[in-house]
């Protein structure tokens, strides 16, 4: 299973990713990304990572588990240092932007390419 823990709900991935991911994992369950006020200091971003570490490990079977994970990057750093310390990959999307320019306006699209794994 992958649990994707990203501010991108499944339901917004190209029909390439969800193809990619089902190939490589099989069901794709999403879990909303926290709100993480920037004014956060890291031991609050540290508290957050245990309470999802705890909600993630505890109710579901961890056999076959991969968690995809990207947003904020201190939070996902600490959460991510947690799950691989008891085995749990973790892995990011990688894409291909594409630029254009439009009446003066800088218009940006991702193509996705591949999972990578944080090792």
Not at 24 to 29: H, K, M, P, Q, R
Not at 42 to 63: H, M
Request: net charge neutral; glycine share 4%.
């Amino acid at each position: 299973m992958l649990l994707n823990i990203s501010n991108h709900p499944k339901s917004e991935w190209s029909n390439e990713q969800i193809a990619e991911a089902e190939r490589l994992f099989g069901s794709i369950v999403d879990y909303p990304f926290p709100k993480i006020p920037p004014e956060w200091d890291s031991q609050q971003t540290e508290s957050l990572a245990n309470n999802i570490f705890n909600d993630i490990i505890s109710g579901r079977s961890l056999q076959d588990l991969t968690v995809h994970i990207m947003g904020e990057m201190t939070f996902c750093f600490a959460l991510i240092k947690k799950l691989q310390k008891i085995g749990i990959r973790c892995i990011a999307s990688t894409t291909q932007r594409i630029t254009t320019t439009q009446n003066n306006v800088i218009i940006k699209q991702f193509s996705f390419v591949r999972f990578r794994e944080y090792t």
